[in-house]
């Protein structure tokens, strides 16, 4: 049974098993023989590029757990010259931007209100309390 699907490796096993099968009975077909050769042509050189991709697949792999590691390496190095900037500028210096960092944003907390006091009745009143209630 051909392969179903239209992903590359399933179009190129479908030209295999036609070009496979029209061998078989190229007595029966003789007026196809220009296009079956140069079908087995193109499933010759799909099989290659198809190798040439698979090969081209591991060394992307490669490459990228490189990039990776290399990656890596180069966010510590550019945290600690960083760290260096921020000893020398300090942490707040906008100074710091020139060279791809943040500065410490200091926000100020707001002081705590401070609780109302009781306003003093007009003259020639009395303060009236309430007295607690008792249960």
């Known amino acids: 049974m051909a392969a179903r699907g239209s992903a590359r490796s399933a179009k190129l096993s ?3 098993i036609t070009v496979d099968n029209l061998r078989e009975n190229l007595e029966q077909f003789p007026h196809i023989t220009p296009d079956l050769e140069e079908m087995e042509k193109m ?5 290659e590029l198809e190798s040439r991709i698979d090969a081209l697949r591991g060394q992307w792999r490669e490459v990228a757990a490189e990039l990776r590691l290399l990656t890596a390496e180069g966010e510590k190095l550019r945290a ?3 760290a260096h900037l921020k000893a020398k500028y300090g942490f707040t210096s906008e ?6 960092f943040r500065p410490l944003v200091v926000t100020r907390r707001r002081a705590a209100p401070k609780p109302e006091e009781p306003t003093p009745p007009p003259a020639g009143e009395e303060p009236t309390e309430k ?3 008792r249960a």
């Open 14 to 16: 479908r030209w295999g």
């Open 43 to 47: 499933l010759s050189q799909g099989r």
């Open 80 to 82: 600690r010259l960083g």
């Open 95 to 100: 100074t710091l931007v020139r060279y791809g």
């Open 131 to 133: 007295a607690p209630a």
